[in-house]
């Protein structure tokens, strides 16, 4: 096989559109969180056959391959699965936090996570709450009232 074969085959040139990649992601003009209210939601995606559902927004479900997926907002609340703190980093200032966010309706995001209050430190199964700034989102540990599983 020569050169001109191997860019033949990897250009994609010769096979049918429905066998080249898909564009998967949804492309969006906007940030990925929208704010109502002041309350900050994350836009995901919802497929309307199978009910699974994805972030950032996709086209395409990830269960099934089917192509009916919709717009669908979660959040504010969350729980923080684990996280981590980065201590080194060439391209921003550290230390900084990273942790997984479970929400009520099964997704699971990697968040930055932000400790707004110095009383409520992250730790594992601690709820966590949206916030934004600017085009950024990322979530912050919130008290829950004493004896109860409510957020103060």
């Not at 699974?52 to 269960?63: D, I, T, Y």
């Not at 980065?86 to 391209?91: E, I």
Request: charged share 20%.
């Amino acid at each position: 096989m020569n050169v001109a074969d191997i860019a033949l085959v990897t250009s994609g040139a010769g096979f049918a559109g429905d066998a080249l990649p898909i564009e998967d992601l949804k492309n969006s003009d906007g940030p990925s969180f929208v704010l109502q209210d002041g309350v900050v939601y994350l836009r995901g995606s919802r497929s309307t056959s199978s009910g699974s559902m994805a972030f950032p927004e996709r086209q395409v479900c990830l269960k099934t391959g089917a192509r009916d997926m919709a717009p669908f907002l979660f959040g504010p609340d969350g729980v923080l699965y684990s996280y981590t703190t980065v201590h080194v980093s060439s391209s921003r200032e550290v230390p900084y936090m990273l942790g997984y966010v479970d929400f009520p309706n099964g997704i699971r995001v990697l968040a930055h996570v932000r400790e707004a209050d110095a009383n409520v430190l992250a730790a594992c199964d601690q709820a966590v709450q949206l916030r934004a700034e600017g085009d950024t989102w990322y979530v912050v540990p919130v008290a829950k009232k004493p004896g109860s599983g409510e957020q103060q």
